[in-house]
């Protein structure tokens, strides 16, 4: 779900430990995603498309958070909830509103890691984009939410990395961040599997 566009030699301390503490994970959603070919055609990109659809409304609460964005300003405008929506629409599906939410059973400090984890598959987003435009998707069809910021991703991504490290966290608060890292990925592999199960 992330890119290796910054090495971890390069990022601030919070961020160095997140990367290196979930290292694993990414890479085991990485092979899954790979593995269910989601660019081989439009109903493979639909059954992934569904997949960021729910992990993005459950991510949406957090985003939307009062506490959240005062820690990290202008967090709201980072969500890509409404872009996913768009692309599922774009390509005909309107029902997903009817599916059950799934929820987030984050509190604290540990929704930091669950944004880590969000705000970090933009930067592989470039990758998967392009790979979109075979199926003749675009950031102006089907494939907004993979879109770049304005700004450019890693100069977006920079953003977000200093306020991260920027934050006064205790002990106890750094531990729940990661741990809200590792969840984020478990409840994507759980996605994941579930589609697997049903394909």
Not at 147 to 176: C, I, P, Y
Request: with cysteine.
């Amino acid at each position: 779900m992330h890119s290796d566009v910054l090495e971890c030699a390069e990022l601030p301390p919070r961020v160095a430990r997140l990367k290196q503490e979930t290292t694993s994970n990414h890479q085991k959603i990485d092979d899954m995603v790979m593995a269910m070919d989601p660019f081989a055609s439009r109903a493979n990109y639909i059954r992934f498309l569904t997949m960021q659809y729910r992990f993005h409304r459950a991510m949406k609460p957090l985003y939307d958070a009062p506490d959240l964005n005062v820690q990290l300003p202008g967090l709201v405008a980072r969500a890509r909830f409404d872009a996913v929506s768009a692309d599922l629409a774009d390509l005909g599906v309107t029902t997903l509103s009817d599916m059950p939410g799934d929820t987030i059973a984050a509190q604290g400090a540990s929704r930091l890691g669950w944004l880590y984890v969000c705000e970090g598959s933009s930067l592989g987003a470039a990758f998967l984009l392009k790979a979109a435009a075979a199926l003749n998707l675009n950031e102006e069809f089907g494939a907004r939410h993979l879109a770049g910021h304005t700004e450019g991703r890693g100069k977006h991504w920079r953003g977000f990395v200093d306020q991260m490290n920027n934050l006064r966290l205790d002990q106890a608060e750094e531990s729940s961040v990661i741990a809200g890292a590792v969840s984020a990925f478990d409840f994507f592999r759980r996605l994941l599997e579930s589609d697997r199960v049903q394909a």
